[in-house]
T-cell receptor, first 116, second 115 residues
């Protein structure tokens, strides 16, 4: 079974400061990992994914995430936060050992608030 | 513009009504999904269609009935709903059979309120 945890319901950061949104996962095989962002009254938008290769993945809007296999983590980061980054962020995992299922498991989401 | 269009954006219905949610994708994808998003709960996968064939049904009550006439269109037919079914219903699509690494593309959702 696959699972993903986002330990923080809310993260507050000052504009211009670096931000980190945490995600840990559990899979039986190798993971595909994704980050999505949801703005108010909108659907989820894909930010970035880790499939294989370089542990540091770069995505949209200046976001990046680091895959750490030993810590089973995939934290989302940005060097300098913008007020417009305020949104709900979701981590998701797909277990490559899953028997033919393409189901993603999502975390509960972390609300990011960037304070001007 | 997300490439995945959902209508209506908002829907209020009584428990005895019958209504349908519509989703259309313009991305040439082969897989389509219905998700339910409730406050303070993880996204719940409801149904998956791959090349118009239903491949997953995550123990969804029969008062929700999906229909996928082709790879571009997906419907969710609703009848005899309960107030706890009030939620944001999200449609998504993806390219399938690419090793499972293709991201989902979501519509903006239908906000459903059951009175």
């Amino acid at each position: 079974a696959q699972s993903v945890a986002q330990p923080e319901d809310q993260v507050n950061v000052a504009e211009g400061n670096p931000l980190t949104v945490k995600c840990t996962y559990s899979v039986s095989g190798n993971p595909y990992l994704f980050w999505y962002v949801q703005y108010p009254n909108r659907g989820l938008q894909f930010l970035l994914k880790y499939i294989t290769g370089d542990n540091l993945v770069k995505g949209s809007y200046g976001f990046e995430a680091e895959f750490n296999k030993s810590q089973t983590s995939f934290h989302l980061k940005k060097p300098s936060a913008l007020v417009s980054d305020s949104a709900l962020y979701f981590c998701a995992v797909r277990d490559l050992a899953g028997a033919g299922s393409y189901q993603l498991t999502f975390g509960k989401g972390t609300k990011l608030s960037v304070i001007p | 513009e997300t490439g995945v269009t959902q209508t209506p954006r908002h829907l209020v219905m009584g428990m005895t009504n019958k209504k349908s949610l519509k989703c259309e994708q313009h991305l040439g994808h082969n897989a389509m999904y219905w998700y339910k998003q409730s406050a303070k709960k993880p996204l719940e996968l409801m149904f998956v269609y791959n090349f118009k064939e239903q491949t997953e049904n995550n123990s969804v009550p029969s008062r929700f009935s999906p229909e996928c006439p082709n790879s571009s269109h997906l419907f969710l037919h609703l009848h005899t709903l309960q107030p706890e079914d009030s939620a944001l219903y999200l449609c998504a699509s993806s390219q399938s059979r690419q090793g499972g690494n293709s991201p989902l593309h979501f519509g903006n959702g239908t906000r459903l309120t059951v009175t």
